[in-house]
């Protein structure tokens, strides 16, 4: 079993450094850059699923049994371990919230 990828996921030079872990779930149209760690925590079975047309930054760390919603943008370097509702834009160690209802294709 590996992990679940949507139609049209891009990684980013085809995913040169990145950690997937096995069970994640990533949907339609989300582009991945590179470096990025998607993966779970340690006594916890549940890991991140990603909604449809997210963009994930270069070094972006998504840890924990979270939900990063649809048309999201995580920044670089930032690090999620809370789930993220849709439409959001999302930078910071640890991550948080800088805009909502953005225009995913603006970004």
Do not use: E
Not at 68 to 73: K, L, Q
């Amino acid at each position: 079993m590996g992990a679940k990828l949507g139609k049209n996921v891009i990684l980013g030079y085809g995913g040169l450094g990145c950690v997937i872990h096995r069970r994640a779930v990533i949907g339609n149209n989300v582009t991945i850059g590179t470096g990025v760690t998607i993966g779970g925590t340690s006594n916890c079975y549940n890991v991140p699923k990603i909604g449809d047309n997210s963009k994930i930054s270069s070094g972006a760390k998504i840890i924990g049994p979270i939900t990063i919603g649809s048309n999201c943008f995580i920044g670089v370097n930032s690090v999620v371990t809370k789930s993220i509702p849709d439409g959001c834009l999302v930078y910071g160690v640890p991550a948080r919230i800088v805009k909502n209802n953005i225009d995913i294709s603006k970004y």
